[in-house]
């Protein structure tokens, strides 16, 4: 597990956050999949905003917006400076969306786009850090940007961030990259997929256990994929009640016994 109570480095995924047309029916569907317990604020545009929590602390945001459609959800890399990330992403071919602004004494933060159409944030912390728990239980893992094209992501990310990128020798037959912060620390991956469609940074989040977990998914109105054994985790699919999907896995080293 990992307890964050500081900012963390230059492009570390910090924080993530799921725009839903309803919000109760979101926090209903995610509290019974992860244990969430929730905070809920009014937004100064006057939007519903529910943190989740686990044992306390702030996991992942849920933004109420009437015509949401089911999109991804949105992964924030950690910033020192978000106008001048803002202004790198732009130099290399991304563009920016939105902001960079500030979100009351929080933090400031913009919304972009890469090079390969994917849709990422940026979040410098000021009273509101991210995510406070990773890692564990009903937290984010990883974020891997999986893409019919990967080439151009692989050098935009490492033109922005400073990013190395490294082979996977685990899975020698999956055009994957593993994405490395300049102190050598994985972030996560690039993922180079014909299939893929549309390109996107998927989502894993951890649970105690794959099959329970997509059990609690069905029963609480989501569907899954049955769960399937890969190098690393116990994984499956999961799609909320908005359209939206997942990944949950299970680490070998802290599943059940069986």
């Known amino acids: 597990m990992s307890r964050v109570t500081g900012n963390q480095p230059e492009g570390t995924p ?5 725009a839903v047309s309803d919000l109760d ?17 009014t937004t100064d545009a006057g939007a519903r905003y529910a943190v989740g929590l ?6 992942a945001g849920l933004r109420e917006v009437p015509d949401a459609s089911g999109g ?6 950690a910033t020192d400076d978000c106008d001048g990330t803002a202004k790198r992403i ?4 991304g563009r920016v969306l939105w902001g960079p602004a500030d979100i009351r004494d929080y933090g400031r933060a913009a919304v972009a786009v890469d090079t390969v159409g994917a849709q990422f944030g940026l979040w410098q912390g000021r009273a509101h850090v991210g995510c406070e728990v990773v890692n564990e239980p009903g937290t984010l893992v990883r974020n891997d940007l999986v893409a ?16 190395t990128l490294d082979g996977n020798p685990d899975m020698p ?21 014909p299939a893929a ?9 951890e649970v105690a256990d794959t099959d329970a977990a997509v059990a609690r998914a069905v029963a609480a109105g989501g569907t899954a994929s049955e769960p399937e054994d890969t190098v690393y985790v116990r994984q499956a699919r999961v799609t909320d009640p908005f359209g939206t999907e997942i990944v949950i896995g299970a680490r070998w080293d802290a599943r059940p016994a069986t």
Request: aromatic residues 20%; hydrophobic residues 45%; without cysteine.
């Open 14 to 18: 910090t924080w993530i956050e799921l």
């Open 25 to 41: 029916r979101a926090m209903d569907f995610y509290g019974a999949l992860f244990g969430w317990t929730y905070e809920t604020e």
């Open 54 to 59: 686990v044992g306390g602390r702030r996991a």
């Open 72 to 77: 991804p959800w949105t992964m924030y890399m």
């Open 90 to 93: 732009a130099d290399a071919g």
């Open 148 to 163: 019919p094209d990967p080439g151009p992501a692989r050098a935009f990310y490492a033109a922005v961030f400073g990013y």
């Open 173 to 193: 037959d999956v055009d994957f990259t593993f994405l490395r912060r300049p102190d050598g620390h994985e972030i996560g991956g690039i993922m180079g997929d």
């Open 197 to 205: 469609g549309d390109a996107g940074w998927a989502t894993l989040f």
